[in-house]
């Protein structure tokens, strides 16, 4: 047997990788600025309809003024025209190389933390001392590999056999070491995480090229990111309302001949490009991958862009109420025995059905009895049956030769206790309930001991969260197994909209075809094998990164955090998102606005003198109130990249009153904003001589 050694690797912070992405990094500034002009090229630019036209018009332009420059003729305005018909091509893919330089930016330190590293390939599944080495570039999805301590995690794959703690730094960002086990929800395992102590097999799910931290790396980068239905649509109407320009400026040409001379094509370019939505055009494909980029930013990788839009438009939102809407460390507060069964009977029961329950609900329950009754915890006995908790029958216990234990739902050890729960009994069951606490019944032998308290606390806050979500007029749903009292009280206390009491997996998947069925959009959270099905049908399902395999690929989102209270932030970059898109596509149709004063007076008011009436920004001359209007046009998309990266400001203060924001902020300041900065570059073209 060969031994090998790694050098423990020490992943990337979150803080790291977000300042290496700043939007003011000197280095992806200089790296945009070269790639901007390599995104030059017409073939790459053919897929934005607006920016081609621009640079094909430049191109006429520019061969215009050489023309001219060859045969004598004057050629200044001409040139002043073409190059800033150029900057407006060249800042328009400069925002776009921001946008993918940041990105780049995290994706070189994951790609820093991809594993390169030797396997341990396990010849005989059954025996950890008989393996050989293997590149992990080289390994199979099924193949057995043993990582000790110190060893890298050499692809994704789901833990068979053993126990470890293992630094998930690299794709999370936090250092504190998390617990990967066989068997329940915490055994999915990413490549290039490093284990810490102890030791796993691991089963490799993916093959080279396919892991986790490749798609991420794709992701950010942009490489993979496809435009969503709403940009395509969006696209659509852009190049119509270019194809109308394109064809108004022309039949200028006619109408101006027919009545006196027709303005010249360098005009007639500077006309097309300044009305066309050169600005919404140059900044689409920024505000895409921005999008994406504000959710890794988050913690939060989306597997398309559909998916980000997808929780923009979301209008019901389920979420699991422990350690979702709940701290989720439920106590044991209580034992209250059934008539005619002692305390100290109960209590030593509950810690025989407890033996074998690894939850912190368990474990709660023993410390209970042994502080409060002195029953100590004994290890499980030999020949012992464990009887574990499952959705579907919602007990667990152990069967002891004695006699069998069990604890659980109330209502399915009644079903099996025989004659009618005591009056005492049901009482209790039903006080804990509406005070919000969980009740969980004990038994031996079918015969019913009592019930045990369990109190779960609400999280400080929620309330208004949800009261936000409401006014974004997003309906939430809680989803738990408690039963209906219980369930209906952290309703009530968290102030959900509805909830789901005794949820199966099956009950998860129904509530949202049905929701579904009714045109609304779904989003929910999950992290086990049971909640797989429902996440593949939500419209966004956000998977856990501690959750299994098949919840990271049932779900279109995956929280690289595991915290599923992110699921509302998540909603909330969605929609911000769809308002940064909505909010510069008004300001950029309103700017044509004030274009039409600028341009039209200037190139028709030798033919048409009343025309001088427009000319409200009292402009110096035709020239100078054209190319001021170029100049505008170029610079307004530079000074909006910022806000096309960061997003426009969200606020839950419902869709009316924010589209009448938008509105007035992007809509009215659409139309201000040009003449206040064409008349400026007008008084700087003056002072400095050029018109």
Known sequence: ??????????????????????????????????????????????????????????????????????????????????????????????????????????????RRARSEAMAKLL????????????????????????????????????????IASVNEAAVTGESAPVIRESGG??????????????????????AAGSTFLDRMIALVEGASRQKTPNEIALDILLAGMTIIFLIAVATLVGFASWNGEAPSVPVLA????????????????????????????????????RAVEAAGDVDVLLLDKTGTITFGNRQAAAFLPAPGVGERELAEAAVLASLADETPEGRSILAFARERYGVEPMALPAGAKVVPFTAQT????????????????????????????????????????????????????????GAIELKDIVKT??????????????????????????????AAEAGVDDFIAEATPEDKLAYIRRAQAEGRLVAMAGDGTNDAPALAQADVGLAMQTGTQ?????????????????????????KQLLITRGALTTFSIANDVAKYFAILPAIFVASYPELQALNVMHLASPESAILSAVIFNALIIVALVPLALRGVRYSAIGAAALLRRNLLLYGVGGILAPFLGIKLIDLLLQLLGIA
């Open 185 to 206: 929800d915490r055994s999915a395992v990413t490549g290039g995480t490093l284990v810490v102590s102890d030791w796993i097999v691991v089963r490799i799910t993916a």
């Open 123 to 162: 010849l005989r599944g059954d025996d950890r001392t008989l393996w050989q080495p293997r590149n992990a570039t080289e390994l199979r999805p099924g193949d057995l590999v043993l990582v000790e301590a110190g060893d890298l995690i050499p692809s994704d794959g789901e833990v068979v056999e053993g």
């Open 270 to 305: 500077a006309l097309l490009v300044t009305l066309i939505p050169t600005t919404i055009g140059g900044l689409l494909s920024a505000i895409g991958i921005a999008g994406m980029d504000r959710l890794v930013r988050f913690n939060v990788l989306a597997t398309s862009g």
């Open 1 to 110: 047997m060969l031994d090998i050694t790694q050098t423990p690797h020490q992943g990337t912070t979150r803080r790291d990788r977000r300042a290496g992405a700043a939007l003011g990094d000197p280095a992806i500034l200089r790296h945009a600025a070269l790639a901007a002009w390599g995104k030059l090229d017409p073939r790459h630019l053919v897929r934005n309809p607006v920016i081609f036209v621009t640079e094909v018009v430049a191109m006429l332009v520019t061969i215009l003024a050489a023309r001219a420059l060859w045969l004598g003729e004057p050629w200044g305005f001409q040139a002043g025209i073409a190059a800033w018909l150029w900057l407006t091509v060249l800042f328009a893919t400069f925002a776009e190389a921001v946008a993918e330089g940041r990105g780049r930016a995290q994706a070189d330190s994951l």
């Open 550 to 574: 098949a919840a990271r690929e049932a779900g279109n989102m995956v929280d690289l955090d595991s915290d599923p209270t992110k699921l509302i932030e998540v909603v909330e970059i969605g």
């Open 394 to 449: 919602r007990v667990s216990g152990l069967d002891l030769p004695q006699g069998s234990y069990r604890k659980g739902a109330v209502d399915t050890l009644l079903q099996g206790a025989p004659g009618e729960a005591p009056v005492a009994f049901r009482s209790a069951v039903d006080r804990i309930a509406r005070s919000g606490g969980t009740p969980l019944a004990v038994a031996k032998n079918s015969r019913l001991l």
């Open 461 to 490: 806050g929620m309330r208004a969260r949800f009261d936000a979500l409401r006014r974004m007029g997003i309906r939430t749903v809680m989803v738990t197994g408690d039963n209906r009292l219980t369930a209906a009280a952290i």
